[in-house]
């Protein structure tokens, strides 16, 4: 039997961050700078892929912060 591949999870912005362990001002903040993007839409509220949130948070880790 053939398995198809998962499809991706999308969250609503405030369980993305609850997801990152972060504020959801937090995820609104990584959209503004461009390191992460909305995968959708669901009324008025954007959709995130857990993946690219995860990646996000991965990446604002990394890079030091400035005053």
């Known amino acids: 039997m ?4 998962a499809l ?3 969250v609503p912005g405030p369980l993305a961050a609850e997801e990152a362990g972060v504020a959801p001002a937090t995820i609104r903040k990584w959209v503004q700078l461009g390191h992460l993007r ?7 509220a954007q959709l995130f892929r857990l993946e690219d949130v995860f990646a ?5 880790r990394r890079r030091p912060r400035t005053a």
Not at 2 to 5: A, D, R
Not at 38 to 44: L, Y
Not at 56 to 60: D, F, K, M, Q, S
């Open 2 to 5: 053939l398995s198809t591949p």
């Open 56 to 60: 996000a948070e991965r990446l604002a």
């Open 38 to 44: 909305a995968a959708g839409r669901a009324g008025r």
């Open 8 to 10: 991706p999870t999308m």
